[in-house]
């Protein structure tokens, strides 16, 4: 794979380039993530075994992780438009602190109409989020002054595979399963005197969902 010039996360190019986080990039936080590119040009070519190699050009989402530990529990979902005008990125969990689990959540969105992070660390920011693995599905809502974001990701079961989860003695299988078939639902609303208004709605297929550790089914691999 190639890939072309990056989308970065920040939404202002006079910005630092901290991603997600933000200034908890700078903070000596377990874990980090970072966004290189929410959307770059990538030309591709695949083979496997003695098949005919498959080549195309499309968009890459580019990010990594790294840290002391991973979480107890998280959630991972991507998505973004095949023109290329939004896409979305959302990761958090139960990250322990020590004997506490820290709830952390951060989420990204871009669109002509809309663009927003989500921090946990942000004040006055309440996030709640409801999820069934075994049916995979996760809901995500975030509220802050003058803005609530609402996320509805859904795959179908049967489109997940396992997922190897880093530890400190190596990778340990079977305790994470993705999918690249769902479909997430993005709505912003901007909070008015007069009431909630709805602002921005984005339906994003194909895209990518992740259930992991604590959040895991294995129904949702068992079967595999």
């Known amino acids: 794979m190639t890939f072309g010039e990056s989308k970065p996360w920040e939404e202002s190019s006079f910005a630092l380039p901290l991603g997600p986080e933000g200034y908890l990039a700078v903070l000596p936080v377990p874990l980090h993530w970072y966004v290189e590119s929410l ?31 991973f979480p107890k529990a998280w959630n991972w979902l991507q998505g973004l438009s095949v023109t290329d005008d ?26 002509p109409k809309e663009n927003w992070t989500i921090r946990f660390s942000d004040p006055l920011t309440k996030i709640t989020t409801e999820q069934d693995p075994c049916a ?12 609530e974001v609402e996320i509805d990701a859904k795959a179908n079961p049967d489109t997940f595979g396992p997922v190897a989860v880093p530890t400190r003695d190596g990778f340990v299988e ?18 008015r005197l007069k009431g909630r208004e709805l602002t921005d709605e984005r339906t994003f297929s194909n895209a990518a969902l992740e259930f992991g550790a604590r959040s895991y089914c294995s129904l949702l691999t068992d079967k595999k």
Do not use: C, M
Request: aromatic share 10%.
């Open 39 to 69: 959307a770059s040009p990538t030309h591709y070519s695949v083979k496997v075994g003695q098949e005919e190699t498959i080549e195309g050009d499309g968009l890459a989402h580019l990010e990594k992780n790294w840290g002391q530990v």
């Open 86 to 111: 939004a896409q979305i990125a959302l990761g958090g969990g139960a990250v322990g602190l020590g004997p506490v689990d820290l709830h952390a959540w951060l989420a990204g969105y871009r669109s």
């Open 136 to 147: 995979g599905e996760f809901h995500f809502k975030a509220k802050r002054p003058g803005l």
């Open 174 to 191: 079977n305790n994470g399963a993705e999918s690249f078939s769902a479909t997430l639902v993005v709505k912003t609303y901007r909070l």
